[in-house]
């Protein structure tokens, strides 16, 4: 899309111009990004298998710009932090002059994408749990926790 100088508008722009003039850029940068998405959801057809986008269960509205599903409500909804809590293990990490392995377990606040760290020396239920009581003892208990169910979290009964 080219703009010639008798294109341009000389009087201040309206709601309804505005709107339809951020609605024509949207639609040009998700064509020149999502072309392939888009014109799956005019055919009818699903996305490819190796999409970026499909995970995020795009649509496309009745204008025909492209929607993403919503957040999640714990994202959205005002909780106390970590709260709603993600957690995982990052690891190993050597240390200089030991023979141990360390793994950090990361807490993540799923509201405010705030990062506790604690410091693990295994990933046995064990020392998950040491740690975990740690986070619990300074952020306060969780109400909702997600976790990508490893073993560990698994046997913990988290």
């Keep these: 899309m080219k703009l010639i100088k008798t294109d341009r508008i000389e009087t201040p722009l ?3 111009e505005i709107e339809e003039a951020e609605e024509t850029w949207i639609k040009k940068v998700q064509a020149e ?3 392939i998405g888009i014109n799956c959801f005019k055919k009818n057809k699903n996305l490819p298998k190796d999409s970026k986008t499909r995970e995020l ?10 929607i993403m599903a919503p957040l999640p409500r714990d994202r959205i909804e005002q909780y106390p932090p970590f709260a ?6 990052a690891g190993p990490i ?3 002059n030991s023979k141990e392995n360390f793994y950090i377990l990361l807490c993540t606040c799923a ?10 020396t295994s990933l046995t239920m064990e020392a998950f749990l040491l740690a975990f009581r740690r986070f619990i003892s300074i952020r306060g208990l969780c ?6 169910n490893t073993k560990t979290f698994k046997i913990a009964g988290i």
Excluded: C, H, M
């Excluded at 509201?111 to 604690?118: D, G, M, N």
């Design 143 to 148: 109400t909702v926790i997600y976790s990508d």
């Design 57 to 66: 269960n795009p649509f496309l509205n009745e204008r025909g710009t492209q």
């Design 33 to 35: 990004n999502f072309g």
């Design 94 to 96: 050597y240390v200089k």
């Design 84 to 89: 709603v809590t993600g957690l995982d293990f």
């Design 14 to 16: 309206n709601a309804e």
């Design 111 to 120: 509201v405010t994408r705030a990062l506790y760290l604690e410091l693990v």
